[in-house]
Nanobody, 122 residues
Framework: QVQLVESGGGLVQAGGSLRLSCAAS????????MGWFRQAPGKEREFVAA????????SYADSAKGRFTISRDNAKNTVYLQMNSLNPEDTAVYYC???????????????WGQGTQVTVSS
């Protein structure tokens, strides 16, 4: 099973930026599509973005399009989420996940790491 560790969260003012990182512990990282999800207080966890193992295919939730960019560095076994123009509605715990493809990522039902907290103040 792929072990994932998220980092990079924090407190930022509205309009600011953050870059989240997710490090994998297994060499097979490069064989998986990677994704980011988030869960706000009192809400269900939701899909944010996904990227294929080659990096050639990406997918974003409507709320992330134009503001967030997902990328990966297979040499470092790490996936990133660059978040710009943040607003208070982006406040949530952000989690990463590994799955077979970008297409299956939105219905991911596997295990989760500890996540990283992102708080956007108004």
């Amino acid at each position: 099973q792929v072990q994932l560790v998220e980092s990079g969260g924090g407190l930022v003012q509205a309009g600011g930026s953050l870059r989240l990182s997710c490090a994998a512990s297994r060499r097979t990282f490069s064989g998986y599509a990677m994704g980011w999800f988030r869960q706000a207080p009192g809400k269900e966890r939701e899909f944010v973005a996904a990227i294929s193992w080659s990096g050639g295919t990406t997918s974003y939730a409507d709320s992330a399009k134009g503001r967030f960019t997902i990328s990966r560095d297979n040499a470092k076994n790490t996936v990133y989420l660059q978040m710009n123009s943040l607003n208070p509605e982006d406040t949530a715990v952000y989690y990463c996940a590994a799955d077979l493809s970008v297409a299956t990522m939105r219905s991911y039902q596997g295990s989760w790491g500890q996540g990283t907290q992102v708080t956007v103040s108004s």
